[in-house]
């Protein structure tokens, strides 16, 4: 059993740098077994992939938010993190850390297998 849970600082500033780190614990990040992705859902909407670190480091980002994102590991700690940068009110959401086999751009929840319990990020000056 996977087990996943995110951390991070509950409010950013506008046009500050939102950072959240998932703990992931019951397999290794770098395990074949899954690739690790962050997903958010910003209040009143859906749900939005925006990002995942594969099990061999390499990196895969939305279009949308691509040249905001960063994503990158520690593996010595079993951690992976977010990075979002030059962030607006619109960023407001909970953020989840997952893992997923695949990932199913058509499906609802991605077709992730494990989730974190998401964490609230208010973007507030």
């Known amino acids: 059993q996977v087990q996943l849970q995110e951390s991070g600082p509950g409010l950013v500033k506008p046009s500050q740098t939102l950072s959240l780190t998932c703990t992931v614990s019951?397999?290794?990040?770098?395990?074949?077994?899954?690739?690790w992705s962050w997903i958010r859902q910003p209040p009143g909407k859906g749900l939005e992939w925006m990002g995942v670190i594969a099990s061999d480091g390499n990196t895969s980002y939305s279009p949308s938010l691509k040249s905001r994102t960063s994503i990158s590991r520690d593996t010595s700690k079993n951690q992976f993190s977010l990075q979002l940068s030059s962030v607006t009110p619109e960023d407001t959401a909970v953020y989840y850390c997952?893992?997923?086999?695949?990932?199913?751009?058509?499906?609802?929840?991605?077709?992730?297998?494990?989730w974190g319990k998401g964490t609230l990020v208010t973007v507030s000056s």
């Open positions: 019951g397999d290794s990040i770098t395990t074949t077994n899954y690739d």
């Open positions: 997952a893992a997923g086999s695949y990932i199913d751009y058509s499906g609802p929840n991605y077709g992730m297998d494990y």
